[in-house]
């Protein structure tokens, strides 16, 4: 049993629900989690005090939220030193075009490179069309990115386009990575990813 902490950041909510999915899976098998929005860790949620620490954030604008920037860029000489991982959720996913994977790979690059912290597993991850919760702007936006990406443009309803079996794989691969730890204290936390 591992202690795990989730950071995340949301912009309209969907990558919050990705992080709920991740804390449930590893909590099915037995780990302790702890949930927590980018913006509200408290400093008592240390990464020195988890087994294993994954951030998750969304892409916009070309870049992932600045609350989650923050706390990785605050916190990454402790997440260098422990089992982390790092979820980036996006819609770019969608388009499997080898442009699009480039850019999408320069935006989390930037992002390492400028927190300083290199995660022992990258997950990418759909995100989702929310257009019912849009202001009028951000859906003629967002349809227009849908379209490009092949996503839906029917505004009336949300989309949703995460491969929740994916994501679900991921966290059961990082929670039972942990396992050695408890077989073996001579392993590193950080070997056992």
Known sequence: M?????VFGTTDGHTGKIA?????TARARGDTVDLVRAKWVRPEQRPADYDLVVVAASIH???YQRAVKSWVRKHAEALSRR???????CLGVLEKKPETDRALAGIRERF???TGWRPGS??????ALLYTRY????KWVMKRIARKAGGGTDTRRDYEYTDWAALEAFTRK???SLSPLAEDPRISRREAL
Do not use: D, Y
């Open 135 to 138: 202001s009028f702007l951000k």
């Open 174 to 176: 990082l929670s039972e």
């Open 122 to 127: 990258v997950h990418m991850a759909a995100g």
């Open 20 to 24: 709920e999915r991740m804390a449930a």
């Open 61 to 63: 604008a070309q870049g």
């Open 83 to 89: 089992p982390s991982a790092f979820v980036s959720v």
């Open 112 to 114: 390492f490179s400028e």
């Open 2 to 6: 591992a202690k795990v902490l989730v």
